[in-house]
């Protein structure tokens, strides 16, 4: 029987927190949260992800990006990750207090922390409830502005400016003088999830037209 779940993501090392609340079937793939999950932090899905679940200090669960290495001997000792796109959330996420980390952009790093909240029985035979947010605090850094510490330092520019003490921005951070950290529209975010089937069936297109150019193995 098909569950609602409830999650919280946190995005780490933020203060104060950059969270979200949604929910969403527990029939969905791990490839179809991580769109949800960049609609709802305002991500554009340039770079890799991974979603990882630890259990007594070990990792339990991997799956990320299809074009994410296997082979890397760092992790010998770990899982390889599994194709996302294959692995439902109620295989890993079955009831409250269920935990994972979330990472996107290796580069930047951004960690978040899911938590389920809530599991809730859906009735027998009825379609798939929608993804839905149902709230969150605060608006996620932008794309590439150097992981936590370039947003810190975004903050703290944006509070000089704001008391007086600094008029204009740095050049690498031209244009975000605008930028409000406490910005957060959850009509937007529910109307831009309403686009969530067109965005998956888009992605699964590019990612298959990746995969046909890609050499055959020998």
């Known amino acids: 029987m098909a569950n609602l779940l409830t999650l919280k993501a946190t995005l780490r090392y933020t203060s104060p927190p950059v969270w979200r609340r949604l929910t969403v079937p527990d029939t969905l793939t791990f490839w179809e949260l991580h769109f949800a999950l960049q609609i709802l932090f305002d991500w554009e899905s340039y770079h890799l992800f991974e979603f990882r679940q630890h259990t007594r200090g070990a990792t339990r669960f991997r799956a990320g990006s299809p074009s994410l290495g296997a ?7 770990e899982p390889a990750p599994q194709d996302p796109r294959t692995v439902p959330l109620n295989a890993i996420l079955t009831a409250p207090t269920n935990q994972l980390t979330y990472t996107y952009d290796f580069g930047d790093d951004w960690q978040h ?6 599991v809730t029985a859906l009735v ?8 839905q947010c149902l709230g969150g605090k605060r608006a996620a850094p932008l794309e590439d ?24 921005m ?23 999830l309403t686009f969530m ?3 998956v069936a888009e992605q699964n297109r590019l990612l298959a037209a990746h995969q046909a150019r890609r050499p055959a193995a020998d």
Do not use: T, W
Request: glycine share 8%.
């Open 145 to 168: 502005m150097g992981g936590i510490p370039g947003y810190e330092q975004l903050l703290d520019l944006l509070a000089k400016k704001a008391a007086g003490k600094r008029k204009r």
């Open 197 to 199: 089937p067109q965005i």
């Open 71 to 77: 082979e890397d001997p760092l992790f010998d000792d």
């Open 124 to 131: 027998p035979a009825a379609p798939a409830p929608a993804i």
């Open 113 to 118: 922390d899911i938590v389920v909240e809530q």
């Open 170 to 192: 740095p050049s690498e951070y031209a244009g975000l003088g605008k930028f409000d950290p406490d910005a957060f529209d959850l009509a937007r975010y529910n109307h831009n």
